[in-house]
């Protein structure tokens, strides 16, 4: 039987993020990602073109993918990446949701409500760094997943995002402007710019690390930290609390649900 070639999708509110896993002697690495903006009014041929264009910059024809893992939190662009799949790979994607095999309990009140990257991210920090431990995923909401020690999925905190705070205070305040997340040279800033981005970077960095240590206390458990979305980096390097910084967190948890419901 050859091997898979996997490819990932997970569609956040904001950007879609794809990734494309070879595997070798039954292993997958992660070989190609990419990063597109999500649109829910896009059809499925648009996000064909997309697609053949992506795999095409890579050198790699879209002919190659065996498999298709998706998860989405936009239930209406599903049916448009189903499509996608049928008619670009001749096979529709298994999607992450109800039926599908996590091999983590689920201890929310109703398991339904849990958005389907919350649960992938909670099933990769727990297979790559064990538990317990809290996934922090940087997105267009800011979420906390706790994970056990048992490898339970104990639910977790939601937060606006840092850039969806940001847009609310600008929209509101009309002196202040739009500025880039970046490092001030002190707390305390002496322009508007400088300000703002320490309140942005350090305030949150701050909001960070008061909820994981409100979380570890209610866990009774010195629970690790991992952290993913597309300013872990930025908020982790002024976080005392973040140890682990995993920028394709999600993706692999997509790998390793579809090789748990592999038949």
Request: hydrophobic share 40%; charged share 20%.
């Amino acid at each position: 039987m050859s091997e898979p070639v996997l490819l990932v999708i997970d569609v956040g509110n904001t950007n879609v993020s794809l990734g494309v896993f070879d595997y070798h002697d039954g292993e997958g690495r992660l070989a190609q990602h990419w990063r597109l903006s999500t649109h829910r009014e896009q059809t499925s041929d648009e996000v064909v073109i997309s697609l053949i264009t992506l795999f095409a910059s890579e050198g790699r024809k879209t002919d190659e993918i065996t498999d298709v893992i998706l998860s989405s939190v936009v239930p209406p662009v599903v049916p448009i990446w189903e499509r996608v799949s049928s008619k670009l790979f001749g096979r529709p994607p298994q999607i992450v949701g109800p039926g599908i095999r996590t091999g983590m309990p689920v201890r929310y009140e109703n398991p339904h409500e849990v958005g389907a990257d919350r649960i992938v991210n909670a099933v990769a920090a727990y297979e790559l760094f064990g538990g317990p431990i809290i996934a922090v995923d940087f997105g267009t909401a800011t979420t906390f997943d706790c994970i056990s020690e048992r490898g339970e999925y104990l639910g977790g905190v939601i937060c606006p995002g840092v850039h969806i705070s940001m847009e609310a205070l600008f929209e509101r305040a009309s002196k202040l402007h739009r500025v880039e997340i970046a490092r001030p040279r002190t707390v305390i800033g002496r322009t508007t710019t400088a300000a703002l981005q320490s309140g942005l970077l350090y305030g949150y960095a701050g909001m960070v690390d008061s909820m994981i240590a409100r979380i570890r206390e209610e866990l009774g458990a010195e629970a690790r930290v991992v952290a993913t979305g597309g300013l872990a980096r930025r908020i982790a390097s002024e976080s005392r609390a973040i140890e682990q910084v995993a920028p394709f967190l999600t993706l692999d948890g997509l790998r390793i649900l579809f090789e748990k419901n592999r038949s």
